[in-house]
């Protein structure tokens, strides 16, 4: 995985702003006797912030800065002065990103539209100064609420690619071919299995300038499930789609066999794949002459299918039709985002994640908080100028 671009797994280290402690002030000016508590609020701490962004498909610029701090809230000061907010951190992820606890692969939550704002973790809040807790008995409070603490956890982010049609066949079915001529991809072809080892994310332009997204994904063999072949790794990103292009090539040995095998594979992955939509392409169609292709028509998935050629541009339009329409099946287009799935439990264990600089080490970080909180200590406050018998204390009567 580390020698690809494609990231699709990334392991964070997050960690909220504290908020800042309130100050404890009175005012003291010439003329001015007992002036009374001016103690500022503190700032907040700053919030991490997932937000979905369109323009990244990938977790790569992740995987080189893992360590995100949101800012610490200022302390509050005199003259009723509130601290400075702590900056809040903004990770920017594809749309189709799922965020779990590293530690227990807990689900947290789910990015699915470009602009949506999730907060991960919240800034502690700044305490409150002196100034608030003035009271008629009390006058003089000497006390100001501490910043609320940070918060810190591990995050691990999946990828789920979102795209409407998800292409799902053996290696050298010409998934990626098709691809290239529906789309403006340009992914990597050739005669050989396993071609594609990453998936791939094309735009299908429709009439009256519509549109949807399709997803070549790497071949899936018999025995997927237990690891053959590229295993069933790219499977979730296909999770998510409302429909499944099924690719099986024309000279296929036996097509309803090899349709088994697919469908077989993706229940061990994960049952629901098989409620979603299904359409059935038989590629490389240029191949066949019009009676094999009525002799295979007889006889095949009952699904709805389309004869296809990359090569010779053979049925694309149709199959586009075909695939506009079942899209929209239920009078109503679903997209990839609507599609509510149930995000299973992360089995940490069973992904690559490279963790190598996990142990990072905050200590320069943690001065700075110190000094911070310090800045409000005012060494010539005489408390005992501002307190008079009995007063100091609301319990005393
Ligand atoms: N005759 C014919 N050959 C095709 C057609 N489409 C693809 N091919 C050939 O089939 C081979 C495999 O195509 P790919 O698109 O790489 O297949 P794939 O399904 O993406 O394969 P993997 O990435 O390995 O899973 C290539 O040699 C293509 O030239 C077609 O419509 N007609
Ligand atoms: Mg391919």
């Known amino acids: 995985m580390s020698d690809t671009n494609f990231v699709d797994y990334v ?6 702003g504290k908020g800042g402690r309130g100050s404890t002030h009175f005012r003291r000016e010439k003329y001015i006797p007992m002036g009374g508590p001016d103690g500022g609020d503190g700032g907040d701490g700053g919030h991490i912030i997932l937000r979905g ?10 995987k080189f800065k893992r360590h995100l701090l949101a800012g610490h809230g200022g302390g509050g000061s005199g003259k009723l002065c509130s601290g400075k907010k702590g900056e809040t951190v903004i990770i920017d992820v594809p749309c189709g990103t799922v965020a779990y606890d590293a530690e227990t692969g807990e689900y947290m939550c789910d990015i699915t539209e470009d602009g949506q704002e999730i907060i991960l973790l919240k800034g502690g809040k ?24 940070f918060q810190e956890r591990r995050i691990v982010l999946e990828l789920k690619v979102l795209a409407d049609v998800g292409l799902v066949g053996f ?15 340009k992914p990597k072809i ?53 429909l499944l292009l099924f690719l099986i090539a024309a000279d296929a040995d036996d097509i309803h066999e090899e349709y088994r095998i697919l469908l077989n594979e993706l229940a061990k992955y994960n049952p629901e794949l098989l409620d979603k939509r299904r359409v059935l392409a038989i590629s490389k169609a240029d191949m066949l002459d019009e009676e094999l292709t009525e002799a295979l028509s007889a006889d095949l998935p009952d699904i709805p299918h389309v004869f296809i050629s990359s090569f010779t541009s053979l049925n694309l339009q149709k199959l586009k039709d075909l695939l506009w329409s079942e899209l929209n099946k239920d009078g109503e287009y679903i997209k990839a985002a609507d599609n509510v799935i ?4 992360l089995d940490i264990k069973a992904i690559e994640l490279d963790d190598e600089d996990d142990d990072f080490d905050f200590d320069d970080e943690e001065e700075d908080i110190e000094e911070d909180w310090d800045d409000d200590e005012d060494p010539d406050f005489d408390a005992d100028f501002y307190y008079r018998e009995g007063e100091e204390d609301d319990t005393v009567k």
């Open 342 to 345: 149930v995000h299973r439990k």
């Open 126 to 149: 700044g305490g409150r100064g002196n100034n608030h807790f003035k009271t008629p008995t009390n006058q003089a409070p000497r006390y100001a609420q501490p910043g609320e603490p």
């Open 53 to 62: 962004n369109r323009n990244y498909w990938t977790l790569l610029h992740l």
């Open 171 to 185: 290696p050298n079915a010409g998934k990626s071919t098709l691809l290239s001529v529906m789309t403006t991809a």
């Open 190 to 242: 050739a005669n050989y299995a396993f071609t594609t080892l990453e998936p791939n994310l094309g735009i299908v332009s429709y009439r009256d300038h519509r549109s949807f997204v399709m997803a070549d994904i790497p071949g899936i063999i018999e025995g997927a499930s237990d690891g053959k072949g590229l295993g069933l790794r790219f499977l979730r990103h296909i999770e998510r789609n409302s």
């Open 11 to 16: 392991k964070i280290y997050c960690r909220s």
